[in-house]
């Protein structure tokens, strides 16, 4: 593993041996903190109500499904990410930029 343009990674059979044979386990470690659960987010709060075109909420559950995460908590951090934009002490609005950035043509 010389090579300084392999980054550090295996890039061979003996490298990956050889890597792997140095690894050692530390049983006193101390295990690192696992992100919240589902349900630990979800508690506190509040329910509400939002009606949605059907193709929509497919659209919703297929893009949280991609993200591993909740139709709910997309909404949130969508909500969240709209409510941040509208921020009157940014210096420019993100919802303007967004708005630019989104009129701008697709290239290649």
């Known amino acids: 593993m010389s090579d300084p343009t392999n980054q550090g990674y295996p890039r061979n059979d003996e490298d990956a041996t ?3 044979n140095g690894l050692t386990f530390d049983d006193t470690a ?3 903190e696992l992100p919240p659960t589902a349900d630990e987010i979800e508690t506190g ?3 509400t109500s ?3 075109p059907a193709e929509l909420r497919q659209r ?6 991609e993200h591993c995460i909740t139709a709910s908590m997309l909404i ?6 709209g409510l941040a934009a509208e921020d009157p002490n940014r210096m420019i609005r993100f ?3 967004v708005r630019v950035l989104s009129s701008l ?4």
């Open 76 to 81: 949130r951090q969508y909500i969240e990410m």
């Open 50 to 52: 939002v009606k949605l």
């Open 95 to 97: 919802a303007d930029v």
């Open 18 to 20: 050889a890597f792997l």
């Open 30 to 32: 101390p295990v690192p």
């Open 45 to 47: 709060m509040v329910t």
């Open 105 to 108: 043509p697709e290239t290649a």
């Open 60 to 65: 919703v559950k297929a893009t949280a499904a």
